[in-house]
């Protein structure tokens, strides 16, 4: 039973960071990660509603995903998982023995639900995140760091066109009900008989309400085509999330340019995003730094690449209307500065809509 209820654990409680400084955040969105995670100035889907709602003004057409089901793995994950399974967590010298062994290990697990409609102008989503981030410190006195985020909620947003289309300004509003577990557990803790009352008096409530405001200014009245500018103030209002680990304000600044490429419909961009350094006990600027390219080809067929913290992002978009597929890898810096620790993690997901 002890076997079940610590592997459950590992597997399903499911991020933030242990010992690193991984930015906070609700949703990361696949196609903005693929391109870097610089989507201030693109923003013309329902991602919108988490980087930039005045881009909900540039979105086309009506679209809804019914079951968007989305999966993201470190890498060190399924190896740490795997042993998991043959420790016996009644024993304590097992126990420690498997702690020892993944000494310096990171696992990262999550699971992301986001099912939303979207149409020129408006966007809502309901919200449901799971992630999870665990390390084992202390070869000599074992300890295994946890750091777990669960968020419910919903979201919706509205963007209007100014001045004939030069000027877009939006504003989302999102509630989250969030649940944290930020913890650090010994062995005699996990070979304990009431492991599990710990962990659920261990975990912490809150909720609140946020809003994002956003512009986005197209340039082509000053000589640059296709080119635009975005800037959005995020987590305003309700960034005090109770008991569980709140959610910092921040603004971010991005650009983007369309272009025609080959066979293809090219968009470029870059973002610096906490322009004023509200975010973690950081000031290094290499962390805020994104940039990436989206290439649309003909049918339907996106392909992805971005620079995310320095680390190189890749990931593609099989769209058939009713049925999407989206694959994603990417690296998040978990240390204090770009290249010193990184946690490379690979995404998979499933949209059933239209």
Excluded at 146 to 167: E, F, K, Q, R, W
Excluded at 292 to 299: D, L, S, T, V, Y
Aim: hydrophobic share 45%; with cysteine.
């Amino acid at each position: 039973m002890k076997k079940l209820l610590v592997i459950a654990f590992l597997m399903a409680i499911s991020t933030g960071t242990a010992s690193g400084e991984e930015y906070p955040y609700i949703y990361k969105g696949l196609r903005p990660m693929g391109m870097g995670g610089a989507f201030v100035a693109v923003s013309d889907d329902a991602n919108a509603l988490f980087y930039n709602p005045a881009g909900l003004a540039r979105i086309k057409n009506i679209r809804a995903s019914l079951f968007p089901l989305d999966l993201e793995v470190g890498e060190k994950a399924y190896d740490i998982y795997r042993d998991a399974a043959d420790v016996d967590f009644d024993d304590e010298a097992e126990t420690a023995e498997y702690l020892r062994n993944n000494v310096g290990e990171r696992a990262h697990i999550g699971l992301n639900l986001f099912p939303y409609y979207s149409m020129p102008r408006f966007a809502f989503g309901l919200i449901g995140t799971a992630r999870m981030d665990l390390e084992v410190f202390d070869r000599q006195y074992p300890r295994l760091q946890t750091h777990v985020i669960s968020d419910m909620g919903g979201t919706v947003g509205y963007a209007h066109p100014l001045l004939d289309g030069i000027l877009s300004i939006g504003a989302s509003v999102k509630y989250v009900h969030r649940q944290s577990l930020v913890k650090q557990y010994t062995v005699l803790d996990i070979t304990a008989d009431d492991l599990d009352e710990t962990i659920k008096d261990d975990l912490e409530d809150g909720s609140g309400v946020l809003a994002d405001i956003g512009m986005i200014v197209s340039l082509d009245s000053f000589g640059m085509e296709n080119a635009r500018i975005g800037v959005c103030a995020n987590n305003l209002i309700g960034s005090d999330l109770g008991d569980a680990e709140d959610l910092e304000d921040h603004v971010d600044i991005g650009f983007a340019v369309d272009h025609d490429l080959w066979i293809t419909k090219t968009t470029f961009a870059v973002d610096y995003i906490d322009v004023f350094s509200q975010l973690g006990d950081d000031d290094d600027l290499a962390k805020r730094i994104r940039v990436g390219a989206e290439f649309r080809f003909p049918a339907f067929l996106s392909v992805r690449t971005g620079l995310y913290q320095g680390y190189f992002t890749a990931g593609a978009n099989l769209d058939a209307r009713f049925v999407q597929l989206d694959a994603l890898t990417y690296a998040e810096e978990i240390g204090a500065y770009a290249g010193q620790r990184v946690d490379r993690r690979y995404a998979l997901r499933f949209i059933m809509g239209f």
